[in-house]
């Protein structure tokens, strides 16, 4: 069975708070979607790492049926989730919450890989002595002396007389005119046509002829190795290149976030490409609109714009209320 780490305090703390007003729950049911997203972790995610996981695969490993990105953004908000410059995103401090559960399954596991290599072994001894002990039917009395060898035996086998291969009289005389080579079945280096390398070579200069391009136009020139990182596991076709550089104006125009504070809030190119920022609606974010206005809040329209966590408190420390 395993089993977490949750404090006493998890029920007043801030970050609780914080949460379950920007979700507009009760206490009890944000810390109950927590403790089901820890569980799911323990099994699925054992590392704490998030990031490869589309936004309503965490919403619904947490039991949240409302809106997947608003549940991700919150919890980032609150400090339940770290997001770091590379996109990664993790469970805020996860080895001090699970690292004992995680440490006791990797040793189960590993007990029962070895438990299972000592079966297999006793299994081969046994049939190795299995057959050692197992008679054998035939007559091994086969004696080889030369190449006319005489063999011995109650076979009788006829012994068809061999002809060494420096006696064969091989013709060298074809012409080229005698071979007919068709192209289709030659690699296409050989062949005339492009190889696989010239085509993969190809593909890498317009990925990156591409990517240039998009960092030219991205305000945040932040961790270019992330984000080139990022844009090679997209590879986007041209039609999505198109799209991703259209939406990056669209936000530079319209996202009164991107706006703010010389664009304090803009995210990490890294952070935008990962979470696919190009597919996000402006609807709400342009000048005026109505989560802009009601709430005023840079942190609410992408991951890095969140408050870092301070984290959870140790039992035996003083409560911290700058959270």
Same mark, same amino acid.
């Given at each position: ?7 006493? /305090?998890?029920? =007043? ?6 949460? +379950? ?10 810390? $109950? ?7 799911? +972790?323990?099994? =699925?995610?054992?590392? $704490? ?27 980032? =908000? ?7 410059? /590379?996109?990664?995103? =993790?469970?805020? @401090? ?7 559960? *995680? ?10 890989? @070895? ?10 001894? &046994? ?6 002990? +197992?008679?054998?039917? $035939?007559?091994?009395?086969? *004696? ?17 007389? *061999? ?12 012409? %080229?005119?005698?071979?007919? %080579? ?8 050989? !062949? $005339?046509?492009?190889?696989?390398? #010239? ?8 990925? #990156? ?37 259209? &939406? ?10 991107? #706006?703010? @504070?010389?664009? #304090? ?14 597919? @996000? ?5 342009? *000048? ?11 942190? !609410? ?23």
């Amino acid at each position: 069975m395993a089993w977490i780490t949750s404090s006493q /305090e998890l029920r =007043y703390h801030p970050k609780t708070k914080r949460l +379950a007003r920007r979700l507009d729950l009760s206490p009890a049911a944000a810390i $109950g979607h927590l403790h089901c997203l820890w569980w799911w +972790a323990v099994d =699925y995610a054992p590392d $704490g790492d998030l990031s490869d996981l589309e936004d309503w695969e965490i919403a619904d490993a947490a039991g949240y049926e409302g809106d997947s990105v608003d549940f991700v953004m919150a919890l980032v =908000y609150s400090g339940f989730l770290d997001n770091n410059e /590379e996109g990664r995103l =993790y469970i805020h @401090d996860w080895s001090e919450h699970a690292g004992q559960t *995680i440490e006791m399954l990797n040793r189960t596991k590993k007990n029962n890989r @070895d438990r299972q290599r000592r079966y297999r072994e006793k299994r081969r001894l &046994a049939k190795e002595i299995t057959d050692s002990n +197992a008679d054998v039917t $035939g007559d091994s009395n086969v *004696i080889v002396t030369d190449s006319n060898a005489d063999v011995t035996g109650d076979s009788n086998a006829d012994v068809t007389e *061999i002809t060494p291969l420096h006696n064969i009289n091989i013709n060298n005389n074809t012409t %080229q005119d005698n071979i007919t %080579q068709d192209n289709n079945s030659l690699p296409p280096s050989l !062949a $005339g046509g492009e190889s696989e390398d #010239q085509a993969q070579n190809k593909r890498t200069d317009l990925q #990156q002829k591409r990517f240039a391009e998009f960092w030219s136009v991205y305000p945040k020139k932040k961790s270019k190795g992330s984000a080139e990182k990022a844009w090679n596991k997209i590879k986007p076709d041209k039609q999505l290149f198109e799209k991703i550089i259209k &939406a990056v104006g669209d936000n530079i125009r319209l996202n009164t976030t991107w #706006q703010k @504070d010389n664009g #304090q809030f803009i995210p990490y190119p890294a952070t935008w490409l990962n979470a696919k920022g190009w597919e @996000d609606s402006l609807e709400d974010m342009h *000048i005026g609109g109505e989560r802009g206005a009601e709430n005023n809040d840079p942190g !609410a329209s992408h991951y890095t714009a969140f408050r870092q966590s301070s984290g959870f408190r140790k039992a035996n420390t003083e409560p911290n209320t700058d959270n």
